[in-house]
């Protein structure tokens, strides 16, 4: 089995703040961690592993402290990584993501399974699985809550759905993303860390992927953030006076009136 | 403080921290209540290779030394003592075997303890044979095929967990302490049996046990260095694991000191947060140098045992000064948690149970004092 996660360095907060002039995310102070929602895909690919046999590579696009998830990755158990980095890859919206990512996997050669996580917890779009798995031409699933089996080129899972899961089949090469049911994510280990603390992660550009330069990064971009704002909390209290029946009254006038009822 | 640690050493600590704090402490006071076996967070400690600490590299270990074991297990017990003595009692029930053991032996066993696929124990005291060790009562006579074993060993910690034991017994009554040898036991061998599971104060999630070895015959390649080799190898090893019973005993009084810090910064009575009256600052400064004073000579202990030196009374000195350190910062911090720290909703009450067997096994203090006494006489009589 050759397989592909993909990871995304995200602020490891919930507590996101957006510097208005910019609109751009306030990194500083914010220690950066690898997506949680990808913490379970790398997992599932290191336990395919183990099983099934074969190799784990850890991809990421990104700055180039980028590296310091990719270490991590290898320290969890993938055996290599790849970091895109480039200027020209910068300000890519999902689609030029994704074309980039699958750029370079196809460019590593024939692959068996590309896993990614659901969606990320900064952007949350979950596009990038479903386009990279279009611009590769193989199948794609979502939501995966658990493996099956992977037997004669064939893979069988189950999908998440609302009201309960799907078992799926499809054949390999596939793109899945994986939802957090999937699996527990191991913590690192010291020989892994060992590991880690040796490993050359390569760090390829656009020449080295050799991608087009106009579909890639902002200039390959579909969609451009206009605006980025945190939304103001807003808490009004108003407090009704009166008998009962005047207060039951006024608020269903205003229950009305603001067409909750 | 700074102490200087190596990247390594800083790594094993900050991985003994997450899986302390992503593993133990959410499931921390469960455990203390059902007195259950931590066996999930022994396999995360396995799969995270810390068990391969104190293993040599030879035997797929990572060779490291008692500081760095000291370093995990004090990040392990500042969340829970008891996950901690059962991940501890592994590299003491191994030690010997490590140091004294056979390339057979070793290469047989120590594989599986490094990957913690197996938990080691160790087995001295009975039920005659407490601090007074040289009044063990347990034979292994020697016979065809091996050696036979008769005897009770009682409160062994990781009893009916572990898988592999080392134990100490008479091979010749009529020489006393010269008689006893050290001798490995499968868990599964004919004749060994368990007692009843220990009800305890506290570190109520590891297992004790007393062992039962009815006829047990055991091979004669299972006996470590020589007959007569027991005694010896034993109060060897209870030198060098000293400094990680302070390093439990330093974990424990962080966890309480950061309870009650916590505690104290947010609980408001004479309309203000209580860290802002002096009594309560002094009582929280009394705690602070305290620990970090354990702490120092804890750290200073291992490395003496890392240096290979003689090392018996400042492993002694980590042992007696860490636990009573502990006692009295747990102690303080219920005392400073108020009527919320004596119940179990806080952590610091089982913090307090869990610190007073730090003062009692592995040598109780009082032992340990006269031991340090009698390292001084030493010194003064050869003059250093």
């Known amino acids: 089995m050759n397989i592909f996660v993909c990871l995304k360095q995200v602020p490891g907060t919930t507590d996101v703040k957006i510097n208005p002039e910019t609109n751009t995310l306030i990194r500083q102070g914010i220690p950066n961690i690898i997506n949680p929602f990808d913490t379970y895909a790398l997992e599932e690919g290191v336990r395919l592993k183990e099983k099934y046999g074969g190799k784990v590579t850890a991809i990421s696009m990104g700055p180039p402290q980028a590296m310091d998830i990719l270490k991590e990755a290898i320290s969890l158990g993938a055996d290599e990584a790849v970091l895109l980095s480039d200027r020209a890859f910068s300000g890519a919206d999902t689609w030029a993501t994704a074309f980039t990512l699958a750029g370079a996997v196809r460019k590593s050669g024939p692959f068996d399974l590309i896993i990614c996580g659901r969606q990320s917890t900064d952007g949350d779009t979950a596009q990038v699985g479903p386009e990279m798995a279009e611009m590769l031409d193989v199948p794609f699933i979502a939501y995966v809550g658990q493996i099956e089996e992977i037997l004669n080129g064939e893979i069988r899972l189950q999908r998440l759905i609302d009201e309960g899961h799907e078992v799926l089949q499809s054949s390999l090469p596939a793109v899945i993303t994986v939802s957090k049911e999937i699996n527990k994510p191991r913590l690192p280990s010291l020989r892994g860390i060992a590991k880690s603390r040796s490993a050359k992660i390569p760090v390829w550009t656009l020449q080295d992927v050799g991608l087009d330069p106009d579909k890639v990064g902002l200039n390959g971009s579909f969609t451009r953030v206009v605006k980025i704002f945190t939304p103001e909390r807003v808490k009004k209290a108003e407090m009704l006076q009166g008998e009962i029946e005047t207060q039951v009254d006024c608020l269903l006038e205003k229950l009305k009136a603001t067409r909750l009822i | ?384």
């Open chain 2, 1 to 384: 403080m700074q102490y200087f640690l190596t990247e390594e050493q800083k790594t094993i600590k900050d991985l003994a921290r997450k899986i302390a704090e992503e593993r133990i402490l959410p499931v921390r006071a469960q455990l203390d209540e059902k007195e259950e076996f931590p066996w999930s967070i022994m396999k995360d400690i396995a799969d995270s290779d810390l068990f391969r600490i104190f293993v040599p590299a030879e035997y797929e270990g990572l060779g490291y030394g008692c500081l760095e074991l000291c370093l995990a297990l004090e990040e392990l017990s500042r969340a829970c003592s008891g996950v901690a003595i059962s991940f501890a009692v592994s590299a003491l029930g191994s030690y010997t075997l490590i140091d004294y053991g056979s390339e057979t032996l070793k290469r047989k066993y120590l594989p599986d303890i490094a990957s913690g696929k197996k938990l080691a124990a160790f087995a001295l005291t009975e039920p005659t044979a407490g601090s007074d060790a040289s009044a063990i009562r347990t034979t292994a006579e020697k016979v065809a095929g091996g050696y036979l074993i008769n005897g009770t060993k009682q409160f062994i910690t990781n009893g009916g967990e572990a898988a592999v034991y080392t134990i100490i017994a008479l091979t010749d009554k009529s020489k006393g302490t010269r008689g006893a040898s050290a001798f490995i036991v499968d868990k599964d061998t004919p004749g060994f049996t368990f007692g009843k599971k220990e009800k305890k104060l506290g570190i109520r999630a590891s297992a004790t046990r007393e062992l039962v070895f009815q006829n047990c015959l055991v091979p004669e390649e299972n006996l470590i260095s020589r007959p007569g080799m027991g005694f010896i190898m034993a109060m060897k090893l209870l030198d060098k694991s000293r400094p990680s019973v302070g390093a439990q005993a330093v974990g424990i009084a962080q966890g309480a000191l950061e309870a009650a810090y916590d505690y104290t910064q947010q609980r408001v009575q004479f309309g203000q947060p209580l860290i802002l009256q002096p009594v309560v600052q002094n009582m929280l400064a009394d705690m602070a140098l305290q620990v970090e004073a354990a702490r120092s000579l804890v750290y200073a202990a291992a490395r003496n045992v890392d240096s290979g030196k003689d090392y018996t009374e400042s492993s002694a000195m980590a042992k007696v000064f860490a636990s009573d350190v502990a006692m009295r910062v747990t102690t303080d911090a219920v005392q400073l948690c108020g009527g919320a720290g004596y119940m179990k909703d806080y952590p610091v009450e089982k913090m307090m149970r869990d610190a007073k067997i730090t003062q009692i096994y592995e040598g109780s203090n009082q032992v340990l004092r006269s031991i340090i006494a009698s390292e001084l006489r030493k010194r003064k009589a050869a003059n250093k």
